[in-house]
C-alpha cells in the first residue's frame, strides 16, 4: 500500500485496533458481532474517518473492513466493499473517451476525422463525443494535439490484468471470485478503499498466546526496507521473537532451493524450450484460468513459501504452526493448495501488530539472519527469478551447455501476452526460454502488502542481496 494513502492510514489503523483487542481478550479469542459492533464504535470517530460520510454510513463501512480484518469473511481472498465504493464516473460510460476543457477548437479536426463510427461533433467551439456512438478506440485521444481527450477509467478496472472486477445493479464493485486471480492490484489501485482482502491477525495471536505448539515465523525476501530506513533485516528478525514466535527462518532459504531445482528442471526439460516461473500464485492462477494450453510450461518445482514450509516441518521434530510474512494477497489464497504453511500475513498487518503492542523494529538488537544467499533473497525483485535460476547454472557450469534466454515482463497482463508469445517462437529457437511471470510491477517489492516506497525497498533489498553472499547455499537434499 502506499505509506502516504489515506486509505493506508485507515486500514493501519484498524488493523492496530484488532490487534490491541486481540492481545488483550480473554483466550480463547471469540470472534463475533458483538466485537464488531465494539470496535466500530470507538473507530469511526477518528480523525482519518471523518469528511467524507455521516458517521452511520461510516459505521457500516467500518464494520464490513472490521470482519474482513477479523475473519469473519474468508470466502475469498479479495473482496469488494459496496458501501464505499465511489460508482466513479457512473453513467458517463466507461471505457470511453470525452473532451476536457483543453480542446482548442482547431482547424485540423484530427479527432473528428480519425474517429471510425463518426461519434464526434462540434457544439459550441468544442469537441464533443457521443458515448452511445463510441466504441472506446482510443483514435480520438491518439491524434489531437493538445492531448485534451482522456478516457474514463476506473482506477481499480485499469489496474486488473484479468478482468476480474465487476459491477452491481447500483454501479457498486463486486469480485467476480472465478476470475480473480487474488492479487491485489485492484485494493491498491481504488482511492475509496472499496475493496479489501481479509486478514488472519486474530488466528495469529491466537497462536502465539496459546503457546499451545511453535510459532515460526517465515519473513519473504522482499523484507528488506519495509519496517524503516533503520530496520535491517536482523532487527526485524529480534522484532519478530519479541513479537512472540518461536523461531525466525527466511523464506529466501527456501528460494535458495527454488532455484537450484528450477535449474535442474530445466535441464530435464531443454527439449521442450520454454518454461514459466512457479513463484507468483496470481501468475499461476492467471495462466490457469486464461491461458490453459500452456499451463504445462510452469515449472514444477513448488514456490518459495511452500518449500520453505516444507523445509521447516522437515527439519522440527514438533507439530510447529508455520507463518508466511510478504507483500502478497494471492499467498493466502496458496496457503490452501498444500499443508505447509497455517497462517498468511502481510508486512502491513504485522507493522499494525507492532504498533498495537509498542515494538518499534529498529530499536530492537538485531539478531543475526543468515539462512539465505543472495541467490534466493534475488527472488523478491523483477529479474530476481530468472537471474537467480541463471546463476545457479553458471555457478554448476552449465551456461554453455544449456543456452538459456531470459524475459521478465513488467505487468500481470503483459507476463501473459509474453509467455503466449513466446511459446510460439520458442518452437523455432536452438536456446530454451525462461519466462519470468509476475502480478507485480517491480516484483514482490511492489506488492499489495508492501508499506514502503518501492524505491526505497529496491535500496534495501540489494544491500540485503549482497549481504547473503557471503552465506552458504543449502543444497535440496540438505
Known sequence: MNPISNVSKIRMELYTKVAEWAFKSPMPIEVNEEVVEKLASELVPSSFYNGRYEPEYETIITKHRLRLALGLEKKQVVNGIPEACNSCFAGMGVGKYFV?????????RLCQNSCPKKAIQIVDGRALIDKDSCVGC????????????????????QACGVGAVKFDDND?????????????ACLVACPFGAIDDYT???????????????????????????????????????ALLKLGFDEVVEVALGADLVAQEEAEELIERY????????????????????????????????????????????HRNERVINVFIGPCSAKKAEMSWGDEIDIVMTFEEIAAMFKAVGIEPEKEEPVDMKDATNVGRMFARTGGVAGAVAEILEKEKYKEKYPVILINPTTLKGSLNTLKMEANKAKKRKEFTLVEGMACVAGCISGPGTIAAVTAADRALTKYVDEGRKNELIKPEE
Not at 476536457?100 to 485540423?108: D, G
Not at 519473513?219 to 532487527?235: E, M, S, V
Open 138 to 157: 482510443g483514435m480520438c485521444a491518439k491524434n489531437c494535439p493538445y492531448g485534451a481527450i482522456r478516457k474514463i477509467e476506473r482506477p481499480c478496472v
Open 100 to 108: 476536457t476543457e483543453l480542446c482548442q477548437n482547431c482547424t485540423s
Open 200 to 238: 488472519q491477525i486474530v488466528d495469529l495471536i491466537r497462536a502465539i498466546r496459546s503457546k499451545e505448539h511453535p510459532v515460526i515465523a517465515m519473513p519473504a525476501p522482499a523484507l528488506a526496507g519495509q519496517f524503516g530506513p533503520k530496520a535491517t533485516p536482523h532487527h526485524l528478525k529480534a
Open 172 to 184: 457498486k464493485v463486486v469480485i467476480d471470485a472465478e476470475i480473480c486471480v487474488s492479487c491485489g
Open 271 to 314: 527439449d521442450e524450450k520454454i518454461m514459466t516461473n512457479s513463484c507468483c500464485p496470481a501468475y499461476l492462477m492467471a495462466i490457469k484460468k486464461k491461458l490453459p494450453k500452456l499451463a504445462d510450461r510452469i515449472s514444477h518445482t513448488k514456490s518459495p513459501m511452500r518449500t520453505t514450509g516444507e523445509w521447516v516441518r522437515k
